[in-house]
């Protein structure tokens, strides 16, 4: 039966579903990164067993742990399909600007349940209190989105190559650089009980368009056999 | 070439002969700004390959040929020895003069993400087995990294103090410097890019006679 590639939002949402469909009949992103985080997070609270940390390090630690959580489980995106030989059945269906939106979707929806675990877990262990939540959480979401969309198209990119997961986080740190020092900045300044300026919201949110938009205009140089 | 390359050598060695025997000692710095006329023209090589790097990247994404490939990863190549030289330059110099190689100055932390960002590229590349997938790839994660740096260029300032003095075309146009030493450097500027394109065009060259071989087999 011959099937037209699908289109538009409905493509994405098929991509999306099916990383979900897999992703709860293996669970080995979620166990991965759940556990990595728990690892993490635990050892270094062990380790200095109830000294307060400085608002700086603190924030700096909790985007150092998201940072290699999501280098421990955003590649797998591309990484199985390769390693399961499915990617010419995806190429088939689905046109590169589908695959790119939904695979993006689906890591910004694990790194945001991830973090939506770490953070609290964070200030639990720690002992530390947020005074603004709201733009805590934005700027965790900002973080987020801009993590997400390099390492989806990162993901893409080591898809052939020879030790993987290794040569993806080399690859994603350069490029993620400006928005990981961006937001340890902001976390630090809401974890010192300060408000973070407009303005620099504003630059993390840039800086997230401007990778999404490389992402729509670049992708299908990746996809293209 | 042969002929280009004798060319540049008298000039290469012309310039050193004039910063050893035509600058004078500056305020502050003494004898150590002969460092000066090594570590700014490396440095704005460092940053050009960069750049030629990115745009041969973009051109063969257009045209897929193989010629602008080679030239991005020749380009890579030779960014990432000159990035070296203009890192541990200024390293020596910061000690010299600030007391410290280290301290993440924000031109150093700019260095050091160029730094990266060249070791990235070229370990992607070596990971690729595949010739064309290779230059696809890593052609658009030339340009990716390339789209971050204006981020880097806005942020880094924000967030550390810099001891680095302006840059010789600074944002007011004007040159703080005396003329003598601004014509000496402006000859070592241009050696030094002069050098940069011949070591470029020898290895573009070099590489190019490869594929054809292969071809022929």
């Known amino acids: ?225 | 070439m042969r002929k280009a390359a004798s060319l540049l050598t008298i000039w290469l060695a012309g310039v050193i002969l004039a910063v050893v025997y035509l600058i004078p000692p500056a305020e502050g710095l003494g004898y150590f700004v002969r460092i000066a006329f090594f570590h700014i023209p490396v440095a704005w090589v460092s940053v050009l390959a960069f750049l030629v790097s990115a745009a041969a990247a973009g051109l063969h994404l257009r045209t897929r040929e193989y010629k602008y490939d080679c030239m991005s990863a020749c380009s890579a190549q030779l960014g990432v020895c000159f990035c070296l030289l203009a890192t541990i330059s200024g390293a020596v110099f910061a000690k010299l003069t600030w007391g410290a190689y280290w301290n993440w100055d924000p031109r150093q932390t700019t260095v050091f993400v160029l730094l990266l960002i060249y070791g990235a590229y070229l370990a992607l590349r070596s990971a690729i087995e595949d010739e064309e997938r290779r230059a696809a790839i890593s052609a658009v994660y030339a340009l990716l990294s390339f789209l971050t740096v204006p981020f880097l260029v806005f942020i880094i300032p924000r967030m550390y103090f810099s001891l680095h003095p302006e840059p010789v075309l600074n944002s007011a146009g004007k040159v703080a410097m005396e003329p003598v030493m601004l014509y000496v450097l402006l000859a070592a500027v241009g050696g030094v890019t002069a050098l940069y394109c011949l070591l470029l065009s020898q290895s573009v060259a070099k590489a190019g006679e490869r594929p054809e071989k292969e071809l022929s087999i």
């Open chain 1, 1 to 225: 039966m011959a099937r037209v590639p699908l289109l538009s939002s409905n493509a994405v949402w098929a991509v999306f579903t099916k990383e979900a469909v897999c992703e709860s009949r293996t669970k080995y992103a979620v166990g991965a990164l759940v556990m990595f985080a728990l690892t993490a997070l635990s050892s270094v609270s062990l380790a200095i067993a109830g000294v307060s940390l400085a608002p700086e390090l603190a924030a700096a630690l909790l985007w150092i742990v998201l940072f290699f959580c999501a280098m421990a489980g955003l590649a797998r995106v591309f990484v199985q399909e390769q390693e399961a030989g499915t990617l010419l059945g995806l190429r088939l269906y689905a046109t590169g600007q589908a695959v790119f939106w939904g695979k993006l979707l689906f890591n910004l929806v694990l790194l945001l349940g991830l973090t939506g675990i770490v953070a609290p877990l964070f200030t639990v262990f720690f002992g530390i209190e947020i005074w603004y939540w709201l733009p805590f959480v934005i700027v965790l979401l900002l973080g987020c989105v801009g993590m997400a969309a390099v390492a989806t198209l990162t993901a893409a990119m080591v898809m052939y190559a020879q030790g993987k997961h290794a040569i993806f986080t080399v690859l994603t740190f350069p490029v993620l650089l400006p928005q990981f020092l961006s937001a340890i900045n902001l976390t630090a300044k809401i974890l010192s009980e300060d408000m973070p300026e407009l303005s620099e919201l504003m630059f993390m949110a840039g800086y997230d368009a401007a990778v999404v938009a490389a992402g729509i205009l670049l992708f299908d140089y990746l996809w293209q056999e």
